[in-house]
């Protein structure tokens, strides 16, 4: 009893106090003589029985706390019976003595009669309870109410050291939080701890006050049931502002450089920083970087002028505070924050009390009354920087009702500037190689179609608005010999400037083979024969683009014949145009569909179609029709749908068919080409078929002065006559049968000899004594162009005329 009495700090003699040991099942094992004098008996008559039967009256055992089965203390009041039987009013203390296992092996009970001490106990528990520094509660389930310590009233602390509660609000009347009041009663009914978090409102979200609320049960020890709810609150707020930045960073990840724009990856900073870092944000980047060109190296001077991209304000419209507009150049002095985080390279923490913020405010008048107006106090200016380079600055602001920035913000907006920095330049070089890319695309794409009379065009090229790059959408209008005119278009496959040299070689290589004047299935096996060997060059030409292994494209050639209304068609895996005849019908021409360019080994097929004068042909790439959410098919039908419209010219009609079939932002590249078709009438041709005799030249002059008379062209009946002469002189002594003529007026007069002979003249120098060879030379000299053409039976040979002005 000693040793046990020793262990929990006691040193008990016999004669001191009254005590006793008993087991956790309740047995007396220990009387001290200070208990045989306070109850009168001896230990003999105690040790051994049960503590209970010392009990005053008939009450259970655990309702007079002698019942120890507890690892805890104890401490109560208690009537016991004294040994000549009257009512004697003691206070208990028990002390458990714990074995190995935590488990209590006894109990040391000390039993006092003065109330003094006991009644000390009880109120240092209370003032323990009151002056704890945390904030704690406890609320009775009888009477409803609570009780809070000063921590918790949040109002008995001097406010130097004040420290926000949860309390007044969780508990307000008016405003209760039914989350946490939930909470209690289930603590309450289900008599387990419960945990609750809480947050208060603040003017910045990453600032606002948090707690962790722990509850728990608290039971009457006499009969175990629930008596109330105690609480005890720790202030989160570090860890859920911490947890807040992390978000933040998080969110940057996915939010900032979601598109290849500079100027939007700048917004996409101003808008995730308000209102969760300040209150305004402005984004202010070099003029270079704004369009795509390379900044120099390190940090900048303060002097250069920057142009705002982007700027956010939590004011519910619009941007008001802002002292600059988007698009102005502004220029920083170079003591203001901004200038200082720009030459510096690194992040400036600023504001009402930093004589350089009150200058650089002061010095601009419209700054100033922003500042006064809304309050600003407290400002953050971080770099851009990107891959050792400095793009621009990031300002953010806090006005009236927010806390100054601290360390850990500054910290947070130089992360997220530097995100930011990354997507700014990423779009940055997008935006510089597309330029690029644009430029030797457009470059290489016609200007200005050329002057022609067979048919009426309008064109349209879109490059693609996403990320794709730039493609290899080609178009052109050849004009050809006897008054023909060739329509292409194509597409390479892929994008970037790889994609854009090669349109340029083919569109070149087509107009080389047109002015051969091939027949459009020729033209592709030699432009497919061309493709081939473009696959077979080195790749290493283009170190910028990655090599894919060869070279896809497709293209569609189209002659059109005024004179025969005929339009002749090949296509090398490209889309079929679409045809609008004159009385409204709309269709999708059938072709023989040929490989693609490059495969070799396959033939192409020409088809022929009939137009009437006035028809319209749409000529497109797959951009036009092609989108994710519908198939070609659809695509052609929308196509055809738009043509049928009636509109009042061609470039209107083109404008509706885009607006009608593409997105706002297409994905792929856009060509679109419509002609409209004309015809040469009777009145407009003569032709005249000759004999295999010399006689006949003078006659095939006569014929064509005639001709010309009727036409009222006599004033370029000579140099006719001479072109006629010559040219059918040649067909007669070089050529074969059939022999024909044929005179073309338009905007031009062309003269047509055509015969059976495959064989093309061409221009030699001829000697002083050689009696030929000049014929040529003189029709090259006289008109303004001439040339030969392979035809299905032969030759012709033509040569054009500008006809007088008036």
């Known amino acids: 009893m000693a040793s046990l009495a020793q262990e929990h700090g006691h040193t008990l003699r016999s004669t001191d106090a009254a005590t006793a040991t008993v087991t956790p099942q309740g047995i007396v094992t220990g009387w001290s003589e200070g208990a045989r004098r306070l109850l009168g008996h001896d230990a003999a008559e105690v040790v051994g029985r049960a503590a209970a039967d010392l009990l005053f009256g008939p009450r259970a055992p655990r309702a007079a706390g002698l019942s120890l089965i507890t690892s805890q203390e104890w401490s109560g009041t208690v009537a016991l019976r004294h040994r000549d039987g009257h009512r004697v009013e003691l206070t208990l203390h ?49 009477s409803r109410s609570w009780r809070l310590n000063a921590v918790a009233e949040g109002g008995r602390e001097p406010a130097s050291a004040k420290r926000p509660s949860p309390y007044p609000d969780l508990l307000a009347e008016a405003r209760a939080d039914e989350g946490f009041l939930r909470c209690v009663r289930r603590v309450a009914e289900e008599g387990r701890p419960m945990r609750y978090e809480r947050f208060a409102p603040a003017p910045v979200p990453a600032r606002q006050h948090a707690w962790i609320i722990e509850l728990w049960p608290v039971r009457d020890p006499a009969t175990g049931e629930v008596a109330g709810v105690g609480t005890a609150t720790f202030d989160s707020s570090e860890q859920h502002s911490a947890r807040q930045r992390l978000a933040l960073l998080n969110e940057a990840g996915t939010r900032i450089g979601a598109t290849l724009n500079v100027a939007r990856t700048a917004q ?44 956010q304000s939590s004011a519910p419209e619009g941007v008001p505070e802002a002292a600059v507009d988007l698009g102005a150049l502004d220029t920083y002095p170079a003591f203001a924050p901004p200038a200082r985080a720009l030459t510096s390279g690194r992040p400036v923490l600023s504001g009402a009390g930093d004589p350089d913020f009150s200058r650089w405010v002061a010095g601009h008048a419209t700054r100033s009354a922003r500042v006064r107006e809304y309050g600003f106090h407290s400002v953050m200016a971080t770099p851009l920087r990107a891959r050792g380079t400095t793009l621009g600055v990031a300002v953010f602001a806090r006005g009236a009702g927010s806390t100054p920035f601290q360390q850990d913000d500054l910290v947070l907006a130089e992360e997220l500037a530097g995100r930011a920095a990354v997507g700014v330049d990423n779009a940055r070089r997008y935006t510089r190689e597309r330029t690029h890319a644009l430029t030797l695309q457009r470059s290489l794409l016609p200007r200005d179609l050329p002057r022609q009379a067979a048919v009426d065009v309008a064109y349209r090229y879109l490059p693609a608005g996403t990320g794709a790059g730039v493609g290899g959408d080609w178009f052109d209008v050849i004009p050809l010999s006897g008054t023909r005119v060739a329509l292409v278009v194509g597409d390479v496959v892929g994008h970037g400037i790889h994609a854009s040299a090669t349109m340029g070689r083919l569109r070149t290589a087509v107009r080389t083979l047109a002015d051969v004047d091939l027949p459009p299935d020729e033209l592709l096996t030699h432009l497919d024969d061309l493709v081939i060997h473009l696959t077979s060059d080195d790749p290493g030409s283009f170190q910028d683009e990655p090599y894919t292994g060869g070279i896809g494209a497709t293209c569609l050639y189209a002659v059109y014949d005024p004179v025969s209304r005929v339009c002749t068609l090949a296509s090398a895996g490209h889309v079929p145009p679409a045809v609008l005849l004159p009385d409204g019908s709309v269709s999708v021409a059938r072709l023989t569909p040929g490989p693609l360019l490059g495969i070799g080994g396959l033939p192409f097929e020409s088809t022929e179609l009939e137009l009437p004068e006035g028809s319209l042909l749409a000529f497109y790439t797959d951009g036009l029709i092609e989108a994710r959410d519908h198939d070609l098919n659809l695509g ?19 404008d509706a068919i885009l607006k009608a079939l ?22 407009q041709v003569a032709a005249w078929a000759l004999p295999s005799d010399p006689a ?18 006599e004033e370029v009946s000579f140099v006719t006559e001479l072109v006629v002469s010559e040219l059918v002189t040649n067909a007669i002594r070089y050529g074969a049968v059939p022999i024909g003529l044929r005179l073309i007026r338009d905007r031009t007069l062309i003269c047509e000899v055509s015969d059976a002979s495959s064989t093309a003249p061409h221009l030699r120098r001829a000697r002083v004594y050689d009696e030929g060879g000049r014929g040529l030379h003189m029709v090259a000299q006289l008109t303004q162009g001439w040339g030969t053409r392979q035809t299905p039976t032969g030759k012709t040979i033509w040569a054009e005329q500008a006809l007088p002005v008036g």
Do not use: K, N
């Open 94 to 142: 028990a002390h458990p003595s714990l074995g190995g296992d935590g488990t209590p092996r006894e109990f040391l009970v000390v039993a006092t009669t003065d109330r003094s001490a006991a009644e000390h106990d009880r109120r240092m528990v209370e003032w323990a309870f009151d002056q704890s520094s945390i904030a704690l509660s406890a609320y009775s389930t009888s």
């Open 268 to 311: 996409e900073l101003a808008d995730l920083a308000v209102p969760r870092l300040a209150d305004f944000v402005s984004v202010d980047l070099l003029d270079c970087v704004v369009h795509g060109e390379e900044p120099g190296p390190g940090p900048v001077d303060a002097a250069v002028a920057l142009r705002r991209v982007a700027h």
């Open 636 to 654: 052609l039908e929308r196509l055809c749908e738009a043509l049928a419209s009636s509109f009042p010219s061609l470039d209107v009609t083109c």
């Open 662 to 683: 593409l997105p706002h932002r297409p994905a792929d590249d856009v060509a679109l080409l419509l002609a409209r078709t004309r015809a040469l009438h009777a009145d």
């Open 696 to 713: 006949v030249v003078a006659d095939a002059r006569g014929q064509a002065a005639r001709q010309l008379a009727l036409w009222g062209l």
